[in-house]
């Protein structure tokens, strides 16, 4: 739940308490070495005035604050003055809180955390407090947080388990080199006075807890605290704020380490770094991106020193707690270049500062109302609940504890701006008052003898037994046990009182266990023996307990190595499974897509055996049809009646006028579009012979000419021309060209279908060969030399060039070939 709003009657009674203002310290950061052109614009007048100069300004702006330290102090005077009395006042029981200010790059993270050799406000604090309350730490783990913002008090065997476990889990957390980083820093030797406590028997533990306010969200750092092996999580855990029992907010379930040296708590607050949000900017190398909360609650209870333990009643303890904010500084997106993530995180950090400064100035016009019309006057709500760090300390600036902070500035005038604005703000949070808190009244104990004694009478309710040094001992009634067998209400009544009735029943209990004491201590010479006895029991106990606990370690380390191969070897065959599985993938994409690509190529092929069959079939119909209709006398008639003895003194009859036939067409010839990707493969001889012809073979398409076939030559291929050269029996040259096309196999290679034939002829016209299917027509020609050596040739005649084309259906009865349509030749790999 959250806080309600207080009524009339209790503003009236904080009103009416004495109240403190908020301490401002202004530390200057100093201008750096190596800048050029560098222009300051502070100026730092006394210990307590600080002068802004601003370019076109008449006179500068004067600023007043609790102190102001110059850009040569040091870290040790900043904790004495801000650090070291909130120690103090921790010790005594009252709360604090000491935040950092200014812009991106002023010098906030330095002041808060310093380095090894200059430690910041954070290690001194931590230092001074156990230099100042190390000797009266009670055994660790007896005081244990009870997850509402409370403490328990567990017994010494409980305890000593946790300790035991706590100790295994840190020797393999890495835990030892935090450590060794931890003590290699410089100590603070400053510690405060005790004060009214100094004589009290009084025990306490010290808690440290680490978060951050990130994007809106509170984030635990320690949330994978004291895990061995645990890897840091991609994505942290939210918390949410709570109230507890007494109006205090706290980080639900954010993890409380115990600590009982400054090192240790500093390994704590290093452990929860390495999860900080941290980034780099155009302004600043390791710019904070969240509100980190590093807090110190002293736990303090009462202690028997009869007994050597805390006394084990919750209610006597008392908490107090100091909060080290290290705030996240403002900039503008301008001059630091940010976009995406980044920018909505400064979106975010000037958002939540936005939040604070209204908080301040609420709280200033309230109490300036107050001041001028009384406790009834009109007051505005604090917008605490608009941000989670404001909602986060509303008990400080509601009178639960002392608040101060340090305001970083940097010199540069570059961000005059920027640091007007800051400057503007710490004046206003100065003149902010909240309600000092008084200290507690806690029971005090006066350290005793080992042995108590019995005293002759029982103290009174209302009376204690005072010592020597004024201190006043614990009541018996609150740390004797009570007997069972307490007498009724009349006994009391003759008697005396109930609380006499019992201490005279204890009193003579306890006569009883000492004469028995006594005579078993004087019991003889056995008791001597006795006591040996015991003692060497109890010591063959402890070493038999020591080597067990060993053994136990022994194997709670094979354990975790065990566990820790394990998930190794499990991460190795997970990503060995996964890799062969998307191998099996790829593997399975490819086959489906060479399927898919031959299912495409074979029916590409039907397609065309099919289409060229069905128009040779056609063409041929159609030659058959016109030869039919119109015939004309053969050539060689022709030719006999031309060249005959008998028609060389006659006159040659003139021509009969007839009827001229259709013109020649190729039934066989079809254009093939360039754009379809054809690729012929053109097989000739090495030294192929010219024809010197008109008419020669062209090769439609990309052309590859090769001299020797090989398989990978008609992977590719669409198509396939095979040139042969021969002589004729009268001294010609006769070239065939065998085309076919290329289709690929089952077994992945590649086979050739012959389907056409061209055949190119020179004959002389002197010795007219004239064979089946040779035809002759007139045309130019040339000469030619009989092959007799004296006797000319006959008369100019004129040659054409034999072309001729045949489809395998015509190369039945050829000597050269069997079958029609044969595949000739067949690259199948397998």
């Given at each position: ?663 020649p067409s190729n039934p066989r010839y079809r254009r093939r579009s360039r ?5 012929v493969v053109d097989h000739h001889a090495k030294h192929e012979t010219p ?140």
């Amino acid at each position: 739940m959250l806080g309600r709003t207080p009524g009339r009657g209790v503003r009236n009674r904080i009103n009416s308490q004495p109240r403190e203002a908020v301490e401002v310290f202004c530390r200057v950061r100093p201008a750096p070495l190596s800048a050029a052109n560098f222009e300051d614009c502070l100026t730092v007048k006394d210990e307590r005035t600080l002068l802004l100069d601003r370019a076109g300004a008449m006179r500068s702006t004067e600023y007043t604050f609790t102190r102001v330290f110059d850009d040569a102090s040091k870290q040790s005077e900043v904790f004495s003055s801000a650090g070291l009395p909130l120690v103090e006042e921790l010790v005594q029981g009252r709360n604090g809180l000491l935040f950092t200010y200014g812009v991106t790059g002023s010098g906030k993270s330095f002041t808060m955390q310093g380095h090894p050799d200059n430690p910041g406000l954070l290690p001194r604090c931590l230092d001074s407090l156990f230099n100042s309350v190390g000797s009266r730490l009670a055994k660790k783990f007896v005081i244990q947080p009870d997850r509402c913002n409370g403490f328990d008090i567990h017994s010494e065997a409980e305890a000593m388990m946790e300790r035991q476990r706590v100790e295994l889990e840190r020797r393999h957390g890495g835990w030892r080199q935090l450590e060794a980083e931890a003590a290699s820093r410089i100590r603070e030797s400053a510690r405060v006075p005790l004060g009214e406590l100094e004589g009290d028997a009084f025990g306490c533990a010290v808690f440290v807890s680490y978060v951050e306010i990130y994007n809106k969200l509170a984030y635990d750092l320690l949330e994978d605290f004291g895990v061995p092996g645990q890897v840091l999580r991609a994505e942290p855990t939210s918390r949410a704020l709570r109230e507890d029992a007494r109006r205090n907010m706290y980080v639900s379930g954010a993890l409380e380490v115990e600590c009982r040296s400054g090192d240790e708590a500093f390994a704590v607050f290093l452990k929860g770094c390495a999860r900080r949000q941290v980034a780099q900017t155009a302004l600043n190398a390791e710019s904070s991106r969240s509100h980190s909360v590093f807090t110190i609650r002293l736990v303090r209870g009462c202690y028997d020193c009869r007994l050597g333990e805390m006394v084990p009643d919750k209610s006597l303890l008392h908490v107090s707690q100091l909060c080290l904010v290290d705030l996240a500084g403002s900039e503008r997106s301008l001059r630091t270049g940010n976009a995406g993530s980044r920018l909505r995180e400064a979106s975010n950090i000037n958002n939540s500062l936005l939040v604070l400064k209204r908080c301040i100035e609420a709280l200033r016009e309230n109490q300036r109302a107050v001041s001028a019309g009384g406790a009834n006057a009109a007051t505005k709500i604090v917008p605490y609940r608009e941000s989670k760090m404001t909602q986060l300390f509303k008990n400080f600036f509601d009178g639960d504890g002392s608040v101060k902070m340090v305001l970083c500035v940097n010199r540069n005038a570059e961000e005059v701006e920027e640091t007007a604005n800051v400057l503007k703000f710490a004046e206003m949070a100065s003149e902010v008052q909240v309600v000092r808190s008084k200290v507690p009244q806690t029971p005090r104990w006066q350290a005793a003898t080992p042995r108590p004694q019995v005293p002759s009478a029982p103290p009174s309710s209302s009376e204690s037994a005072e010592d020597g040094s004024g201190g006043r001992m614990w009541q018996f009634d609150s740390i004797l046990p009570v007997s069972p067998s307490a007498p009724d209400s009349a006994t009391a009544a003759a008697g005396g009182s109930l609380r006499e009735s019992q201490w005279e029943l204890w009193e003579q209990r306890a006569r009883l266990f000492r004469a028995e004491l006594d005579a078993v201590w004087d019991g003889g010479s056995g008791s001597g023996d006795l006591l040996e006895e015991v003692q060497r029991l109890q010591a063959a106990h402890r070493a038999e307990k020591a080597r067990l606990e060993k053994r136990l370690r022994n194997a709670e380390m094979r354990l975790c190595k065990d566990r820790a191969a394990a998930d190794t070897g499990k991460k190795e065959l997970l990503s060995r499974l996964e890799g062969q599985e998307n191998q099996l993938r790829r593997e399975r994409a490819d086959k489906e897509r060479l399927r898919d690509q031959f299912k495409y190529r074979m029916d590409a092929v039907q397609k065309s055996a099919v289409r060229p069959r069905l128009r040779r079939s056609r063409s041929q119909e159609q030659l058959n049809a016109d030869a039919a209709a119109a015939p004309t006398p053969g050539l060689v008639s022709r030719l006999r009646c031309r060249f005959s003895p008998g028609a060389s003194g006659q006159k040659a009859p003139p021509p009969q006028p007839q009827e001229l036939p259709p013109p020649p067409s190729n039934p066989r010839y079809r254009r093939r579009s360039r754009s379809a990707g054809q690729l012929v493969v053109d097989h000739h001889a090495k030294h192929e012979t010219p024809s010197g012809t008109v008419l020669c073979t062209k090769v439609p398409g990309k052309r590859k000419s090769v001299t020797k076939l090989e398989v990978r030559d008609i992977r590719k291929a669409t198509d396939y021309v095979l040139t042969h050269q021969t002589a004729d029996g009268s001294g010609g040259l006769r070239t065939e060209v065998y085309k076919g096309s290329v289709t690929p196999t089952a077994g992945g290679g590649s086979a050739v279908r012959f389907n056409d034939v061209e055949r190119l002829e020179q004959m002389s016209p002197t010795r007219v060969g004239i064979s089946d299917g040779s035809w002759l027509t007139g045309g130019s020609g040339r000469k030619r030399k009989a092959s007799g050596g004296g006797a000319a040739g006959p008369p100019r005649t004129q040659l054409r060039p034999l072309h001729l084309t045949e489809s395998p259906d015509d190369f039945n009865n050829d000597e050269d070939e069997d079958n029609s349509g044969a595949s000739l030749m067949s690259t199948d790999e397998d």
